[in-house]
C-alpha cells in the first residue's frame, strides 16, 4: 500500500521521473561544440581536439597535485590512438558538466559491505543503485578532483573518446583515398596504406570532425602497448627545471599582491581597525575587510605591491579582536565528550546504524568473554607545502581566477556570487596544487580573493594566506573517539562485534558552505563517519556500527582518506586484539575471515609474503600487519618497527614497510608505487606525530616547527606489490594512507606488549 500511494502522490511529475530513469545514461563524450578550439585545432568531441601538428590536445578537468593523473590519463588516449606519450598534451579544461565526477560521487553515496560489491557478485539492488546514481550525478555536472577517482571514473570515458576520434579519422582517410578502412594503419600519429597515401592526424583533422564515426571499437587489452608500463611522468620535466607553474607563481600585469589576518580565536572576528598605522607603510594600497566567505571566518586582508609588503603590514596591523560569541573550543574537552557519545552509541542506539547484521545486543549479553577498547583520533591540519593561494581579476563584468583548487564548479559559483556576476562571466584557470589532501576542496580563499579584487580597480591580486594563517584557520580532519566492543566464546573466538564511534559530519558541514541556501544544520548520515568500521571484510555473524554525529565550534573538512584515516587504526587495532585474545597469530585470524573474499586474501598473503611474515628478525625488531579497502582499492601491509631512545625517551623507529594492493587495473605502474609511498610517508608523518590543540579557540600550532613531519632520515625502506588484475581501476592517491596507523600500533605491541589506543602514537 506505501507503495501504491508514493507512486500515485507523484503524478505526472512521477510519471516522468520513471520515464527519465529508464532512459540510457546521457553520453559523456559531448560533441565537437563543447571544447572550444584555437585557430589551429579541430576539436572533435567534449575530451579531445587536434591541432594543426597533428598533436593531440586532452582537455582535463582533473587537478594534477602529484598524483600523476595528467600522465596516466593521457596514457589512456595515447594507448588507444596509438600515438606517442609526447603528442598527447594535457589543456586545462574549463568546468563544464561534461566532465563532472560521477564516480567521486556515486562511492561517496554507497554504504554496501565489500562482498555486496565484488564484482560477479553485486545484487541486483546493488546495479540499480549504481545506475540511477551514476545517471543522476551526470545530470548535476560536479567538476572536481577528490575521492582518488580521477582514472576510476575516466577509465571508461577517455578510451572511448580516443577510439572515436579513431574511426572518424579512419573514416576520412577512406574517404578522401577510396579505399577500404580495413586495409588503413594507423601508427605514431599516421595513418598510411600500403600503396602510397599517407597522412598524420593533423592533416586530416577537418574532414574528421564533420564524419561520422561508424562502429566504434576499443582495441583489446592484449594489444596495449603503453598502458600497464612505467613510462616517464610528463610533468616531470617541468617540475624539475622550475617551469611548472603553480598558483603561488602566477604573475599577471600590474598585480598586487595580499595578505589575510584571521582572529586568533577560532570563530573570533575583527572589531576596531586603525587602518591608517599601516597604509603609511611603503607599498601598502589598502586594507580590506572581509565577512564569511566560503566557510571562512571574518578577517582582513592586507593589499601591497609585494607578499613582503603585505604580511609585513598584516603583522602590524592593531585589531582589536573579539571573541566568539559562546566560549572557545576546548581539543581535550571535546575528546572526553566524543567518548561518551561513542558508548551512547555502542550501549544505547544512539545516532545513526551503519550496519546492523545479526543481533550483536544479544550475542553480548550471553557470550562467555567480552572484550571492549576505547580508540581515540586528535583533530589533524592539511599541511600541504603551497599555502593557500588565489588569483584574481574583476573587471568590466568579467572575473578571471588563477587558483589551485579541487573544485574548480563550486569556485566558479562562488566567485558569481561575490562578485555578483553569472557564472558565465567567470573563467578558471587551474595550475599545479602544491599538493591538496582535501583542504583545496574548499573555496573560501577564492571568495576571499574576489572580494578583495573588487577594491583594486581591475587590477589582479593574488591572495597568499601565510603558513601561520593556514594551519589555525584550517578546516581540520575531525576528531573521534570509539567504543569497541567484542562477544567471545570459551576459546577467545569472536562471536559478534558491536561499534559506537562519534565526531562531527564532514560532509553536512561542507555542504553548508559549498550550498549556503541548501544549509539545514540538519546532518543526514555522513557515510565518511563510518567508513572502513560498516564495511569490515571479515566475516562475523554479528556486526552493530551506530555513529552519532557531532557537531562542535571547530571547522572540519576532508583529510586525505577522510573516515577512512582514523578509522582503519580504529578497526585493525582491534582485529589485532581479538587475534590476541584467541591466542591466534594476527595474519592466520584474518586470513581465517577472509574465506569469502578472495581479492583480499590474495593482498594480505602477497604482503606477508613479501614482508617475511613469522621468519626470525634482527634481534629489537618487531612486525605488525594491517589490511584495509578504501576507494575501490585493497591495500595490505607489513611494517617493521624498532625503538631508539633520544633526549625524550624511546620513540618508534620505522624501518621497511612491505605494502601490497590490488586497485584493479594499473595504468602507471610506478606512479601505483609513488602514490604508495607517498601515502605511507604521509600515514607515518600523522601516526607518530600528527594532532592540532586547542585551547580556549586557539589552535596551538602554527607552523612546520610545531607540527613535525616525517623527514628523510626518518623515511624507511618502503616496497610495493602489485597484484595482477583486469578489474576497472580503483584509487590509488588515499588507499596507502588508511593502513599505515594500525600496522605500525600493532609492530609496537608485538615489540613492547603494550597496546596503544590513541594517535598520535606515544609510548
Not at 127 to 152: D, H, N, P, Y
Amino acid at each position: 500500500m506505501r507503495r501504491r500511494f508514493l507512486l500515485g502522490g507523484l503524478g505526472a511529475g512521477g510519471a516522468l521521473l520513471l520515464g527519465w530513469g529508464l532512459l540510457p545514461p546521457r553520453s559523456r563524450l559531448g560533441g565537437r561544440d563543447t571544447l572550444p578550439a584555437l585557430a589551429d585545432e579541430v576539436a572533435l568531441n567534449g575530451w579531445l581536439k587536434l591541432a594543426g601538428d597533428g598533436e593531440l590536445r586532452l582537455a582535463l578537468p582533473r587537478a594534477e597535485m602529484g598524483q600523476g593523473v595528467h600522465t596516466a590519463l593521457a596514457m589512456l588516449v595515447a594507448e588507444e590512438l596509438d600515438v606517442p606519450l609526447a603528442l598527447v598534451r594535457v589543456v586545462q579544461a574549463q568546468p563544464e558538466a561534461l566532465h563532472g565526477n560521477v564516480a567521486a560521487a556515486v562511492d561517496a553515496a554507497l554504504f554496501f559491505e565489500p562482498v555486496d560489491v565484488e564484482p560477479g557478485r553485486q545484487t541486483p539492488v546493488v546495479r540499480s543503485v549504481r545506475w540511477m546514481l551514476s545517471k543522476i550525478t551526470r545530470e548535476l555536472g560536479v567538476v572536481a578532483t577528490g575521492g582518488s577517482s580521477s582514472i576510476t571514473d575516466l577509465y571508461p570515458v577517455l578510451p572511448l573518446a580516443a577510439a572515436t576520434v579513431r574511426a572518424q579519422l579512419l573514416g576520412a582517410a577512406s574517404l578522401l583515398w577510396k579505399l577500404p578502412v580495413s586495409e588503413l594503419v594507423v601508427q605514431a600519429g599516421v595513418i598510411s596504406h600500403a600503396s602510397g597515401p599517407r597522412a598524420h592526424f593533423g592533416e586530416l583533422a577537418r574532414m574528421a570532425s564533420a564524419t561520422r564515426p561508424g562502429r566504434v571499437a576499443l582495441k583489446p587489452r592484449e594489444r596495449w602497448r603503453l598502458v600497464g608500463t612505467s613510462v616517464p611522468r610528463t610533468d616531470l620535466p617541468a617540475k624539475v627545471d622550475g617551469s611548472a607553474v603553480f598558483g603561488i607563481d602566477v604573475r599577471r600585469p600590474g598585480q598586487l599582491f595580499a595578505a589575510i589576518l584571521h582572529a586568533p580565536m577560532l570563530g573570533g572576528s575583527a572589531g576596531a581597525v586603525d587602518v591608517d598605522a599601516v597604509l603609511r607603510r611603503p607599498g601598502v594600497h589598502r586594507v580590506v575587510r572581509l565577512g564569511p566567505l566560503g566557510g571562512s571566518a571574518p578577517a582582513l586582508a592586507v593589499v601591497a605591491r609585494s607578499t613582503w609588503h603585505a604580511q609585513q603590514a598584516a603583522a602590524a596591523l592593531p585589531v582589536a579582536w573579539q571573541p566568539p560569541p559562546r566560549p572557545g573550543a576546548n581539543s581535550a574537552d571535546i575528546l572526553r565528550q566524543l567518548e561518551l557519545h561513542a558508548r551512547a552509541a555502542a550501549e544505547d542506539g544512539a545516532g545513526f546504524a551503519f550496519r546492523n547484521r545479526g543481533d550483536a545486543d544479544a550475542a553480548l549479553r550471553t557470550a562467555p568473554r567480552r572484550l571492549e577498547a576505547v580508540y581515540r583520533a586528535p583533530y589533524l591540519a592539511h599541511m600541504a607545502m603551497e599555502p593557500l593561494n588565489c588569483t584574481a581579476r574583476v573587471a568590466d563584468g568579467q572575473v578571471e581566477l588563477w587558483v589551485p583548487t579541487q573544485v574548480p564548479s563550486f569556485a566558479r559559483t562562488l566567485a558569481a556570487q561575490v562578485a555578483g556576476v553569472p557564472e558565465s562571466a567567470v573563467t578558471v584557470h587551474v595550475p599545479y596544487l602544491g599538493g591538496g589532501f582535501g583542504r583545496r576542496l574548499e573555496v573560501d580563499v577564492v571568495g576571499q580573493a574576489v572580494r578583495v579584487a573588487m577594491e583594486t580597480g581591475g587590477l589582479p591580486v593574488q591572495l597568499l594566506w601565510s603558513r601561520e594563517q593556514d594551519t589555525q584557520n584550517d578546516f581540520y580532519r575531525p576528531a573521534a573517539a570509539v567504543v569497541m566492543q567484542a562477544a567471545l566464546d570459551e576459546q577467545g573466538l569472536p562471536l559478534a562485534l558491536r561499534i559506537g564511534s562519534a565526531g562531527d559530519a564532514v560532509l553536512p558541514r561542507y555542504y553548508e558552505r559549498v550550498f549556503p541556501l541548501l544549509a539545514t544544520r540538519v546532518d543526514a548520515p555522513d557515510k565518511t563517519a563510518a567508513e572502513g568500521l560498516f564495511s569490515l571484510p571479515y566475516e562475523l555473524p554479528h556486526l552493530a556500527v551506530r555513529h552519532v554525529a557531532t557537531r562542535h565550534d571547530v571547522p572540519v573538512g576532508s583529510w586525505r582518506a577522510v573516515g577512512h584515516s582514523h578509522n582503519a587504526f580504529f578497526a585493525e587495532s582491534f582485529i589485532d586484539e581479538l587475534a590476541h585474545a584467541a591466542k591466534i597469530d594476527p595474519l592466520g585470524f584474518r586470513l581465517e575471515r577472509l574465506a569469502h573474499l578472495p581479492r583480499h586474501t590474495a593482498v594480505l598473503r602477497l604482503a606477508a609474503e613479501r614482508a617475511g611474515w613469522g621468519r626470525a628478525l634482527p634481534a629489537g625488531r618487531a612486525q605488525g600487519v594491517a589490511l584495509h579497502e578504501s576507494y575501490n582499492s585493497i591495500v595490505a601491509m607489513v611494517v617493521e618497527v624498532s625503538l631508539e631512545t633520544g633526549p625524550q625517551g624511546a620513540r618508534p623507529r620505522v624501518h621497511r614497510v612491505v605494502a601490497a594492493v590490488d586497485c584493479g587495473t594499473v595504468i602507471h605502474p610506478g606512479i601505483v608505487a609513488q602514490q604508495m609511498e607517498s601515502g605511507v610517508m604521509f600515514g607515518l608523518s600523522a601516526a607518530l606525530f600528527g594532532r592540532i590543540d586547542i585551547a580556549g579557540g586557539v589552535v596551538q600550532q602554527r607552523n612546520f616547527p610545531d607540527q613535525t613531519m616525517l623527514t628523510l632520515a626518518m623515511t624507511p625502506a618502503i616496497e610495493t606489490h602489485i597484484v595482477p588484475s583486469t578489474r576497472e581501476p580503483g584509487g590509488m592517491g588515499e588507499p596507502g594512507v588508511p593502513p599505515t596507523a594500525p600496522a605500525l600500533a600493532n609492530a609496537l605491541f608485538a615489540l613492547t606488549g603494550r597496546r596503544l589506543r590513541e594517535l598520535p602514537l606515544r609510548l
